[in-house]
C-alpha cells in the first residue's frame, strides 16, 4: 500500500481523491468566475488541474518516504518493512514529474506548457534547493534503483488515471524546471493559476476542510434586505455600487456615508476579501457585517477573520466557532474574509509560495479600505497588487475619504484606469466641523481644554506617546491641587494587549455615553476606532491625517455653532519630521490658512477636505519631497524584484514594517513568571515526554493547551520599535518564547476599585514612538 499522510493515516490514492474532491467543490462554486478569465481556456484549464493533481504527490512512492510514514503512525500496520539502500534526502516534489507521459498527454511537444506542468508539481513545495549537476544525478539514481519498480504498485494499487512512463524514468525533466516561470512567459497566468490552486486544493485537503465555504450566499443582497429593512431606501453611493458590480470602483465618501454597506452590496455573491490598516477596526468590521448579513447556524463560517491575533479576539467575544473561523480563513475558504493587509497582500513581493493568494484573487472582489492611512511604502505594495489584481483578472474597491492624487496617476500610468473602472466622490452636505488654526501649542491651552472637558466629550490627539504622556501629567498637575474633578483618560500603543484593549472598549463605552471628559490619544484613534466627541484639540500633521481624525468629532451630526469644535495647534507639534513628512505637513498648513483667510473659524464642508488633499498629494506639490521619493522607489523596487527571493513570513514582515521586539515589561513579566510562564515551560515538558512516548492523541492535547498558554502570555506584551528598546531588554529563557523580551522599563497601570476601570501611562518610554505598531 501507497501512503501520504501518516496522522490520520492516509493512502496515496485517498490523498488525491480527496484534492480531485476539492477540485470539484470549487469548480461548482466559483467555476464561472475562472472560467470568464481572458487567457484560460475552460476545458484545457480543468483537464490540466485534473493532471497535476494526478501527479502531484507520485512521488512519494519513494521507499525511504514510505518507510518514514510508517513509522510516524500512531496505528501501526501489518506490512513488510521495505528494505532500501537509499537515503530520503530528496523531496517528492522533485521526483513526481519523472512518471509523466507527455507523448499522450501533449503530442504537440509544447515545451512552454511542459514546463509549466513540471513547475507547478515540483513547486507545490517551495524549498531552497539548487538544481545542479550533483543533484541531477541523485535523482536519477533515485528514479534508476528505487521509482521504476513502483510502476506497478502506481498502476494497479494507487490506480493512477492516466498513462505513466513504465520502460525508463529520466532526470530530464528538471531541464524545464532549473530557470522559474516568470511574468514573462507565455502562459504564466496559467501557472499562477494552476500552481496557486494547486496549493489551495492540497492545503485544504491536508488540514480535511472545504476549498470554498458558503458559495451559495448572497452579501450584496442580503445586505440590501437589510438597509431596505432598516431605512427603506439606498444612499446614493449604495445604488451606485449596485449599478456597478461587475466593474472595479474608486470611491471617494466622507464618514458616515455607509460606505461598509455599499462595498457589501458591491461584493454582491462574488467570492471578497476586505481589507483595512488596523486589527481594531477589522474586529469592528467582522462583527458590523455580521448583524448586517445575518449569521444562522448553517452559515456562520462564511465570514472569516484573518489577522495575527484573530483567534484571542474571537474567543473573548464568546464565538462558539472561533478556531474553525480562522483555519478556514487561512486557507482562503471564506466566502468574505475580514483582513489585514499583511496577510493578503504579500503577493506583490512575489515570495515563494504566493501565487496561493494571487490566484485566489483572480476569481475574488478585494476591497480596499482607508488608503490613505498608508506611509507611502505600503501605498506603493497595495497600487502595485491592484495592477496585479487587474491583468490577473480580479475585481477591486478603493475607498477612502480622501484619495491622494499621485495614487490616481500611478494607476492610470499602470493601465488599470480603463472602461470598466468606475468612480464616484460622494460627500454629505452636512457641516460637521468649524475649523480653527491656533498658533501657539496645546500646552499653552490646557485651561480652556479643562474647562471644555467639564461640559463636553473632549478629545486630544497628539503625535507621539511621549506628547501623550506629558499632556496626561500636566493636565493632573493643573486639576488635582485645585480639587477639579475632570473625566481624565489617556490611550496610545505603549499598553500590553489586554490593557490596550480595555482602553479601546473603555473610550468606545465613553464616547456612546452621556458622560463628559477628557481622552487623550494619540494617532491611534483615527482610523481604528469608531468615537464621537464633541470638541477636538490636535497637534497639526498631514492634512489627511487631520481629516481623519475630525472623523472623531460629530462623526454624523451636523454641528450649527459658530464657534470651533476643531482647534488645530500649529506650534511645538511632536513627530513633524520622524512620524509625518515635514514638506507635507508645511504644504497641508499653508492649504488650511489659505481656506481659513484669517477668520477665528471658518465652516468646512466635506468636499473641500477631498480637494485640499487632491491639491496636496499631485505629482507637482510633492515634486522632490521625501513622500514621493519613498512612493516611487518601494515602486520599483516592487517593478525590479527577484521573484522567489523572499519567504512568506519575509513578505509579512516588510509590510508589518516589524523593526522591533515583542516584550513583557519586567513588572507584569514578575507578575506571571510563576504562573503563566511557569504553566508554559511545564506544558512544553509534558510535551518532549509525549513525544518520547509516540503518543500522538497526548501530543496533540498537549500542543493545543499550549498555543492557548502562549496566547495568554502574548496578551501580556506590547510591541517595541528596536532603536527605542536600546539595551534594556532581556531574553527569556524558555523554549517557545524565545522570540518575547523582557523590557527593563517601568509600566504604570492601576485599576479604580469602585469602577474597575483602569488607568495609568503603560511603558514609561520618553522620545518619539510612531502609532502605527
Not at 492516509?10 to 488525491?16: A, F, M, N, P, V
Amino acid at each position: 500500500m501507497l501512503y501520504a499522510k501518516s496522522n490520520p493515516v492516509e493512502t496515496l490514492r485517498e490523498h488525491t481523491d480527496e484534492l480531485l474532491k476539492q477540485m470539484n467543490v470549487l469548480r461548482e462554486s466559483y467555476g464561472k468566475n475562472i472560467n470568464s478569465l481572458d487567457f484560460l481556456e475552460e476545458e484545457i484549464f480543468w483537464q490540466l488541474l485534473d493532471l497535476v493533481i494526478e501527479f502531484h504527490d507520485i512521488g512519494k512512492a519513494f521507499s525511504p518516504f514510505q518507510e518514514l510514514i510508517k513509522s510516524r503512525m500512531d496505528t501501526k500496520i501489518n506490512e513488510p518493512k521495505i528494505v532500501t539502500h537509499l537515503e530520503n534526502n530528496v523531496g517528492h516534489n522533485y521526483l513526481s514529474p519523472a512518471f509523466i507521459d507527455y507523448s499522450y498527454i501533449d503530442r504537440k511537444k509544447n515545451k512552454e506548457l511542459r514546463a509549466v506542468l513540471n513547475q507547478v508539481i515540483v513547486y507545490h513545495h517551495e524549498r531552497d534547493i539548487f538544481i545542479d549537476k550533483d543533484f541531477k544525478n541523485l535523482i536519477q539514481k533515485i528514479l534508476d534503483e528505487d521509482l521504476i519498480n513502483k510502476v506497478y504498485e502506481l498502476q494497479h494499487e494507487f490506480k493512477v488515471r492516466y498513462p505513466i512512463k513504465t520502460e525508463r524514468l529520466s532526470k530530464v525533466y528538471l531541464q524545464s524546471v532549473e530557470k522559474r516561470i516568470d511574468k514573462n512567459h507565455k502562459y504564466y497566468n496559467l501557472y499562477i493559476m494552476l500552481k496557486g490552486i494547486l496549493h489551495r486544493l492540497d492545503h485544504s485537503a491536508s488540514a480535511h476542510e472545504v476549498v470554498e465555504c458558503n458559495n451559495v450566499i448572497n452579501i450584496g443582497e442580503q445586505t440590501e434586505n437589510y438597509l431596505m429593512k432598516e431605512f427603506g431606501s439606498l444612499r446614493e453611493a449604495q445604488s451606485f455600487a449596485k449599478s456597478n458590480r461587475n466593474k472595479n470602483i474608486i470611491l471617494i465618501a466622507s464618514t458616515g456615508m455607509g460606505k461598509t454597506e455599499t462595498a457589501l452590496i458591491w461584493i454582491d455573491k462574488d467570492k471578497a476579501f476586505f481589507t483595512l490598516p488596523l486589527r481594531v477596526s477589522i474586529n469592528a468590521l467582522f462583527d458590523r457585517a455580521k448583524n448586517i448579513v445575518g449569521v444562522g447556524e448553517s452559515n456562520d463560517t462564511f465570514l472569516g477573520l484573518l489577522h495575527s491575533t484573530a483567534i484571542d479576539y474571537l474567543e473573548e467575544s464568546n464565538q462558539e466557532n472561533s478556531s474553525e473561523i480562522v483555519d478556514l480563513a487561512k486557507l482562503l475558504s471564506c466566502k468574505l474574509t475580514f483582513s489585514t493587509i499583511d496577510q493578503i497582500f504579500k503577493f506583490p513581493f512575489l515570495y515563494r509560495g504566493y501565487e496561493k493568494v494571487y490566484s485566489t484573487l483572480a476569481y475574488s472582489k478585494v476591497v480596499i479600505d482607508e488608503i490613505q492611512a498608508y506611509s507611502p511604502e505600503i501605498a506603493a505594495v497595495l497600487v502595485k497588487g491592484i495592477e496585479m489584481i487587474h491583468k490577473i483578472g480580479g475585481r477591486f474597491m478603493i475607498m477612502t475619504a480622501t484619495m491622494p492624487t499621485i495614487y490616481i496617476d500611478e494607476l492610470k500610468k499602470r493601465g488599470v484606469m480603463n472602461s470598466n473602472l468606475a468612480e464616484l466622490t460622494c460627500n454629505t452636505e452636512k457641516i460637521r466641523h468649524c475649523v480653527s488654526i491656533v498658533e501657539n501649542s496645546i500646552d499653552e491651552n490646557l485651561g480652556k481644554i479643562i474647562q471644555s472637558g467639564m461640559n463636553k466629550k473632549v478629545l486630544v490627539i497628539v503625535n507621539t506617546v511621549k506628547s501623550a504622556v506629558e499632556k496626561y501629567e500636566l493636565i493632573e498637575e493643573i486639576v488635582k491641587p485645585k480639587g477639579i474633578d475632570v473625566n481624565l483618560n489617556l490611550l496610545h500603543s505603549m499598553y500590553i494587549q489586554e490593557d490596550r484593549a480595555k482602553l479601546e472598549k473603555y473610550i468606545k463605552e465613553f464616547a456612546n455615553s452621556d458622560r463628559n471628559g477628557i481622552w487623550i490619544t494619540t494617532q491611534l484613534v483615527e482610523a481604528s476606532l469608531d468615537i464621537d466627541f464633541d470638541e477636538l484639540h490636535t497637534e497639526n500633521s498631514t492634512l489627511d491625517s487631520l481629516f481623519q481624525r475630525f472623523g472623531r468629532c460629530y462623526r454624523s451630526r451636523e454641528y450649527e455653532e459658530n464657534s470651533p469644535n476643531i482647534f488645530i495647534y500649529t506650534e511645538k507639534a511632536t513627530g513633524i519630521g520622524s512620524i509625518y513628512d515635514k514638506d507635507i505637513v508645511e504644504k497641508g498648513l499653508e492649504l488650511l490658512k489659505t481656506f481659513i483667510n484669517g477668520k477665528e473659524c471658518v465652516k468646512m464642508k466635506e468636499k473641500y477636505k477631498v480637494e485640499m488633499v487632491k491639491i496636496l498629494y499631485s505629482k507637482e506639490s510633492l515634486e522632490g519631497t521625501a513622500f514621493e521619493k519613498r512612493f516611487t522607489s518601494a515602486l520599483n523596487i516592487l517593478d525590479t524584484i527577484t521573484p522567489y527571493s523572499l519567504g512568506s513570513k519575509d513578505a509579512q514582515n516588510i509590510l508589518r514594517n516589524i523593526e522591533g521586539y515583542t516584550v513583557i515589561p519586567e513588572d507584569i513579566y514578575n507578575k506571571i513568571e510563576e504562573t503563566l510562564i511557569k504553566d508554559y515551560e511545564e506544558l512544553g515538558q509534558e510535551l518532549i515526554n509525549a513525544y518520547s512516548n509516540d503518543d500522538r492523541q497526548l501530543i496533540n492535547k498537549i500542543k493545543s493547551k499550549r498555543k492557548k498558554a502562549r496566547r495568554e502570555i502574548i496578551k501580556k506584551t506590547v510591541n517595541l520599535p528596536i532603536y527605542k528598546a536600546k539595551q534594556n531588554v532581556i531574553d527569556i529563557q524558555v523554549k517557545g518564547l524565545e522570540d518575547l523580551k523582557i523590557l527593563l522599563y517601568k509600566y504604570d497601570i492601576y485599576e479604580n476599585k469602585h469602577t474597575k476601570q483602569i488607568f495609568g501611562k503603560g511603558v514609561l518610554i520618553s522620545n518619539e514612538i510612531d502609532q502605527f505598531i
